[in-house]
């Protein structure tokens, strides 16, 4: 059974950058047709799909993130990471590592999720 897992810092000050790290166990991110996702929810609102990296590398984003966002990984730890620019108050969300067959996941109802971590932006 595959484990997600989000670690980085809960509190991040406006205009700097979060980075979020996506430890995987009992499965690797290099092998199957597998996407890897970051997704997120602010509070009161619903799933917003951030980006994705592919089993074989290609990242693709969500156009209202794209210009902020990057996703990476690295193969001999077998985690993905986020990295969030310019980060202001309306980033305050939690924010989900998530193993789908589908490039964009918008419901809970679908792929392996991580149990999720509190970011919240504020000076």
């Known amino acids: 059974q595959v484990q997600l897992q989000e670690s980085g810092p809960g509190l991040v000050k406006p205009s700097q950058t979060l980075s979020l790290t996506c430890t995987v166990s009992g499965g690797s991110i290099t092998t199957g047709l597998y996407y890897w996702s970051w997704i997120r929810q602010p509070p009161g609102k619903g799933v917003e799909w951030m980006g994705a990296?592919?089993?074989?590398?290609?990242?693709s984003y969500s156009p209202s993130l794209k210009s902020r966002t990057s996703i990476s990984r690295d193969m001999s730890k077998n985690q993905f990471t986020l990295h969030l620019s310019s980060v202001t108050p309306e980033d305050t969300a939690v924010y989900y590592c998530v193993r789908g067959r589908t490039k964009v996941v918008a419901s809970k109802n679908f792929g392996s999720w991580g149990q999720g971590i509190q970011v919240t932006v504020s000076s």
């Open positions: 990296i592919s089993y074989s590398g290609d990242t």
